[in-house]
């Protein structure tokens, strides 16, 4: 068992790690976030049917953030500073490029819901069907609301591009 | 020029998501050639998807990587540590001191029906006690009498003795 959490582990810990990043803009909080859902992942493993552990993650994992949210109750937009630390952490691969910098600022300034719909289906390349699986949403309003979000993207990238 | 319609964001999304068939792709464009509204979301859209390409899941940091692989030691090494002994958890503790208690109870609530030698011995008790009553009644009388006086004495010792031999006189027709 312990060798399947493992490859669990290996195979999901990016992805929970994104959507923690993104929705909490704190990498030690999403660090704890992330590691909550993979404690829980280990404590339900037998309840979990194993063709459903990423869905399933995904969506205690990104719970797990916006109960975090919740508690902090961090109404406040992005806040530049966390970005110091975005490009000199994980994400510094992205440093060169003022675009993918830029946009990941954007997307994480996104509100809930569009923010995860951005992250699960744009970043994470999840198909629809799981995102309205992570989301208890249906797949007319996954696509409804990330059109919506790219629209937003796209009308802020359209003003900061030359 | 038309206003910006937003179905056509379903459209520019389906497009992009390579889902619009060829000939509905064709169409789009041909209503962009003519729309320049359309065409620029058409042309945004295609920035943002290109945009999109340089954002990757992020590698989560090696420590989170060392914390989640720790999972499962840690989770064993807590259920251990959290383990009480049967014995020491409440409800059997609680169990330990209601049983001796209950059979103290039932013991308790028993009705007390002597035995059939205790029955045969009870008249032969009975006749000893009556006996030493008796006695104990005479000297209460000569105590007395020595000193208050004998009609004093004769009323107490006599009353005593009358109770007796009428207790006693009433077991024997009881027995009877």
């Not at chain 2, 789009?28 to 390409?53: C, G, N, P």
């Amino acid at each position: 068992m312990s060798r399947r959490y493992r490859q669990w582990v290996k195979e999901y810990q990016d992805q929970a790690w994104t959507v923690a990043r993104y929705i909490l803009k704190d990498a030690q909080e999403a660090e704890d976030a992330t590691q909550d859902a993979f404690v829980k992942l280990w404590n339900n493993r037998d309840k979990i049917d194993p063709e459903r552990v990423k869905p399933w993650l995904m969506k205690v994992t990104r719970n797990g953030c916006l109960d975090r949210l919740r508690r902090r109750r961090d109404n406040v937009e992005f806040d530049e500073s966390h970005m110091a630390g975005v490009v000199s952490g994980p994400m510094q691969g992205l440093a060169a490029n003022e675009v993918g910098v830029w946009l990941k600022r954007a997307i994480a300034g996104l509100k809930e819901p569009y923010r995860s719909l951005v992250v699960l289906r744009d970043v994470n390349q999840h198909s629809y069907e799981e995102v309205a699986g992570m989301l208890e949403l249906n797949l007319a309003q996954v696509k409804t609301y990330l059109h919506r979000a790219r629209k937003q993207l796209r009308e802020q990238l359209a003003e900061v591009r030359p | 020029m038309k206003k910006y319609d937003e179905k056509w964001e379903d459209r520019i999304n389906a497009l992009l998501d390579g889902e619009l068939s060829d000939t509905d792709a064709e169409a789009l464009k041909s209503e962009a050639s003519d729309d320049r509204l359309l065409a620029r979301a058409i042309i945004e859209a295609y920035q943002l998807q290109q945009a999109m390409d340089a954002v990757h899941v992020e590698r989560a940091p090696a420590s989170l990587r060392k914390r989640l692989n720790a999972v499962p030691r840690e989770q064993n090494a807590e259920s251990r540590t959290g383990f009480t002994p049967r014995l020491f958890q409440p409800r059997w503790v609680m169990a330990l001191v209601a049983v001796p208690l209950a059979i103290i109870a039932v013991n308790l609530m028993q009705p007390d029906t002597p035995s059939t030698a205790e029955i045969a011995k009870a008249p032969q008790d009975l006749a000893i006690a009556f006996a030493y009553l008796d006695r104990a009644g005479s000297i209460t009388g000569r105590e007395i009498e020595s000193n208050v006086g004998h009609t004093m004495a004769d009323a107490i010792s006599g009353s005593v003795n009358r109770t007796i031999k009428f207790s006693n006189e009433h077991s024997k027709e009881k027995e009877v």
